[in-house]
């Protein structure tokens, strides 16, 4: 009966250790995860803009509608601290040029896209230009 008793006893010990490890291992993959799953939000988010500007582009607009530079002003708050100040310079009291919003957001998607590679531990074009010496064929 003493046998018994031990084992009754040590399952659930077994038992919670088992799910505090489990719990754990999540908690850990998830802090793995979130930082990529964030970064392909962010590169969602910068292609659903930029699809709307080039909408702009080829109707041969010139100035960035309010609506949509809301939603930048409002992702770059939130999300890109570099391209909130370029966006502040470019609508500095004056209609804010499609041209100059397009590039500082494609400037944007790169940062995110290098934070990405970065993430998933893969190489990147600006690991290309450090590897690749100027007069080889494949230089850019």
């Known amino acids: ?78 999300h890109d601290a570099e391209l909130a100040e370029r966006v502040r310079r470019i609508d500095a009291g004056t209609p804010a040029e499609l041209n100059a919003v397009h590039d500082a957001l494609f400037e944007a998607q790169g940062r995110v896209m290098l934070r990405l590679a970065e993430l998933r531990r893969v190489p990147n074009w600006q690991d290309l230009d450090l590897t690749l010496e100027p007069g080889d064929d494949e230089a850019a």
């Open 1 to 78: 009966m003493v046998q018994g008793m031990t084992i009754a006893r040590e399952a659930p010990r077994h038992y919670e250790s088992a799910v505090r490890a489990m719990s754990e291992a999540a908690a850990e993959a998830e802090l793995t995860h979130a930082p990529v799953r964030l970064a392909y939000s962010e590169m969602a988010a910068l292609d659903g803009i930029l699809a709307r500007l080039e909408e702009l582009r080829l109707v041969e607009e010139r100035e960035v509608p309010d609506d949509i530079l809301e939603l930048v002003v409002g992702f770059a708050d939130r």
